[in-house]
């Protein structure tokens, strides 16, 4: 089997290659990247050393994509994945739709000419924003827990959101994008005939993670609270009681590798995500981060950031079913791997940020 997976030299796409490459016998990967986030270049050579093929190019840029070999599958990984990107954040609106619409379609012509089947990274973020910002919560152990009693909102129980949860604007400009490019690759994959998935992930988290915080949040606090970085708790009164899950990505590896070899089971929508159990606030993160390196102080703002939301769990029940799947690495497991690679790597924070 032979496969290509965009934004390979970033944490997300690394990381699948990697643990492909472990999951599937006489698996061939090819990688594309077009090297735009700091850090990502130390990938690139790690990559290469492990007998994986890397071509240096741009989605959004359809030449980049002609002369590549034919392949079964396209794993997509590439994305701007800051929910403020295109608002407020240093990437334009045009070239957030660039890298996150443009791109998927650039992509999807490339299966219509090969046959090749597509399996989407996506995000949570693709659930309404105003919905979830509108759910009644109160606050135990430092930490919001929706009233599940008083919620009569679709899609909505105490297990977390399903995949029938509104998608219903505001979302993000990233969000819509992603949600706009799932819609495009179940049509694609339906007019030409070649099998699709889309997977809506938590928020992935692992040791070599890019942080900043707008996106990588978990790996940003904890290098943050180990080199004592400034840090301060945004909106919802500055306690940091905001929840959401996470996701090591070679969990959802283990599900792309299944899916590859069931093909004709493709069609589906999917939550891949740590859950409840793999959940925790910023607060208790921050308490976890105090009991490993000791305190640190960090500042409230109240000021309430366009698009953030108090708390997001995805239930995954039905990956459960379908596939057998469940998340295999449990949360304490993924903070310790993050803690460990930023006891040993200091400079990280700033590589990563272009610093």
């Known amino acids: 089997m032979k496969i290509l997976i965009t934004g390979i030299c970033g944490f997300v796409g690394s990381t699948l290659a990697f643990e492909l490459k472990r999951l599937v016998e006489n698996l061939e990967i090819i990688g594309i990247d077009n ?3 700091p850090g990502s270049e130390q990938n690139r050579h790690r990559l290469q050393q492990s007998g994986i093929f890397f071509r240096h190019g741009d989605i959004r840029n359809p030449s980049d994509l002609e002369n590549l070999p034919k392949v079964d599958w396209i794993i997509d990984a590439a994305a701007n994945p800051s929910v403020l990107a295109g608002v407020a954040d240093a990437t334009s609106s045009r070239q957030l739709m660039e890298h996150n619409l443009v791109g998927t379609i650039n992509l999807l012509e490339y299966c219509k000419r090969h046959g090749a089947g597509f399996v989407m990274v996506s995000t949570s973020r693709v659930y309404s924003a105003a919905r979830l910002s509108a759910l009644p919560m109160d606050v135990k152990n430092k930490a919001f827990v929706p009233r599940f009693a008083k919620t009569c909102e679709p899609g ?3 297990a977390g959101l399903t995949e029938d949860f509104s998608t219903q604007p505001p979302l993000s400009l990233y969000g819509s994008a992603k949600l706009a490019s799932e819609l495009l690759i179940l049509e694609y994959a339906l007019a030409f005939g070649f099998p699709a998935f889309v997977n809506r992930c938590g928020v992935l988290a692992g040791a070599g993670q890019f942080g900043k915080p707008d996106q990588g949040i978990f790996t940003f ?10 840090l301060k708790y945004i909106g919802f009164g500055g306690t940091g009681h905001q929840v959401r899950d996470c996701l090591h990505p070679s969990d959802l590896a283990a599900l792309i590798a299944k899916q590859m070899r069931r093909p004709k089971k493709s069609g589906s929508v999917l939550n891949v995500s740590g859950g409840l159990a793999n959940s925790m606030s910023l607060a208790q993160l921050s308490e976890w981060c105090a009991s490993r390196f000791g305190r640190h102080k960090i500042k409230g703002d109240s000021v309430l950031r366009r698009y953030d939301v108090p708390w997001l769990v995805l239930d995954s029940s039905r990956a459960a079913t379908e596939w057998n799947w469940r998340p295999s690495v ?14 040993s790597h200091p400079e990280w924070l700033d590589l990563s940020n272009g610093t």
């Open 156 to 158: 909505f129980s105490p």
């Open 330 to 343: 449990k949360l304490e497991n993924i903070l310790d791997e993050i803690a460990r690679h930023a006891e």
């Open 35 to 37: 090297l735009s986030r």
């Open 221 to 230: 606090w904890i290098h943050s609270c180990r080199w004592k970085r400034p």
